[in-house]
C-alpha cells in the first residue's frame, strides 16, 4: 500500500485566500483524522471521521476551517479565508481501528500564509 | 480539559539507555501512545499501552500505571538515528487523541 497520501506537500498562499488540503487515507481504513503542528502549540487534533462521518470536530479552531469526507478514499480541509496565523503542517492520518490502534500519518502539507 | 506533561528536551549517550517521562490529566482514558517523529517528517507509530504494566518491542518499552497518571518510554542501545521528538498521547475516549508537546531527545556519540 502506498500508505495516506496528502496533496499539496507545499502551499504558499496570500492572506484571504482559500486553500484546500487533501488526504486519501490507507484502503480499508475506517476512521480519518486531521493535525495541525505548530512549535507553539504542537500537534492537534482538529477533526476525525468514522466511516465518512465527522464525529468530533471540536478541535477546528474557527468557522474558517471546514472539512469534508465525501467518500472512503478522500477527504477535505479548506480553510476560506486563510490568516497567516494558519501556517504549519498540516498531517492527515488514517486507522483500521478495529485491528489496531496505531495511527498511520501522511507526509503532510506545510501551508505558508503570507 | 486534558494535560500532558514530558520534558522538553534529553541529552543521552550512543549505546546508552534513556527513560522518557510522560505524566497526563485526562476526563477520561482509553489508551495511551508513543509516536516518534524525526525533524521535517510524520510522526510514526512505537507503542500503545491500555491496561498496566510493560510493553516491550525490540529495543523500545512503553510502561504504563493508570493510577498514576504516568507513563514511559525506554530507549536502550540508542544509535545516533533515535534522535528525534518523541510524543506522548493519550486518548481519553475512542479515537480523539491528545498529544503532549514532545522530547526532542538528542544522541550523541
Known amino acids: 500500500d502506498a500508505g495516506v497520501i496528502q496533496s499539496p506537500r507545499h502551499e504558499v498562499t496570500e492572506m484571504g485566500q482559500e486553500v484546500t488540503l487533501r488526504c486519501k487515507p490507507i484502503s480499508g481504513h475506517d476512521y480519518l483524522f486531521w493535525y495541525r503542528q505548530t512549535m507553539m502549540r504542537g500537534l492537534e487534533l482538529l477533526i476525525y471521521?468514522?466511516?465518512?462521518?465527522?464525529?468530533?470536530d471540536s478541535g477546528m479552531p474557527e468557522d474558517r476551517f471546514s472539512a469534508k469526507m465525501p467518500n472512503a478514499s478522500f477527504s477535505t480541509l479548506k480553510i476560506q479565508p486563510s490568516e497567516p496565523r494558519d501556517s504549519a503542517v498540516y498531517f492527515c492520518?488514517?486507522?483500521?481501528?478495529?485491528?489496531?490502534?496505531?495511527?498511520?500519518f501522511g507526509p503532510g502539507t506545510r501551508l505558508t500564509v503570507l | 480539559g486534558q494535560n500532558i506533561d514530558q520534558p522538553t528536551e534529553m541529552t543521552a549517550t550512543e549505546g546508552a539507555i534513556v527513560q522518557i517521562n510522560c505524566t497526563y490529566q485526562t476526563s477520561g482514558f482509553n489508551g495511551l501512545f508513543w509516536y516518534q517523529q524525526h525533524a521535517g517528517e510524520a510522526p510514526t507509530f512505537l507503542s500503545y499501552n491500555v491496561l498496566d504494566g510493560l510493553e516491550e518491542k525490540g529495543r523500545f518499552s512503553s510502561f504504563l500505571s493508570r493510577s498514576k497518571g504516568y507513563s514511559y518510554l525506554l530507549l536502550k542501545e540508542l544509535q545516533m538515528k533515535d534522535s528525534a521528538s518523541y510524543l506522548c498521547?493519550?486518548?481519553?475516549?475512542?479515537?480523539?487523541?491528545?498529544f503532549g508537546d514532545g522530547t526532542t531527545l538528542t544522541v550523541k556519540p
Open positions: 492520518a488514517s486507522t483500521p481501528r478495529m485491528r489496531t490502534n496505531e495511527q498511520f
Open positions: 498521547a493519550v486518548e481519553p475516549h475512542a479515537g480523539k487523541s491528545t
Open positions: 471521521f468514522n466511516n465518512n462521518v465527522p464525529i468530533d
